[in-house]
């Protein structure tokens, strides 16, 4: 007959992998708002300058016309300083930069640098 035992510290292993979670999620909220940033409005600033990470995971624009311009309703977008600018950034910035967020996240997730 064969046997053997396996001892697992289940608490260290979900403080480890806790801490990579935390770490690959601060990882992608920093390149989403760095990545959006050329997409998003620009004459003055004001609109790209205020946006905050809210929580992990949730971004927010924290001018009240926000919402207005990211769908773009009866607006015309000025490229003179942001020559991505337009409605829906978040979602444009997604399309260019999916692949890039996805490889930090894992990276991280191994154990590895963002």
Avoid: C
Avoid at 81 to 104: Q, S, V
């Amino acid at each position: 007959m064969f046997s053997f035992k396996v001892d697992i510290d289940a608490l260290r292993l979900r403080d480890r992998f806790d801490s990579r979670t935390q770490r690959a999620q601060a990882y992608l909220d920093s390149e989403v708002l760095r990545h959006m940033r050329p997409y998003v409005p620009f004459v003055q600033g004001t609109l790209a300058n205020t946006a905050v990470i809210e929580r992990p995971g949730r971004i927010t624009f924290v001018q009240p016309y926000a919402r207005r311009l990211y769908y773009g309703v009866d607006f015309d977008f000025t490229t003179t300083f942001h020559k991505k600018a337009g409605p829906k950034w978040a979602d444009r910035a997604k399309a260019a930069h999916l692949n890039d967020w996805r490889a930090g996240v894992e990276r991280i997730l191994k154990g590895g640098n963002g």
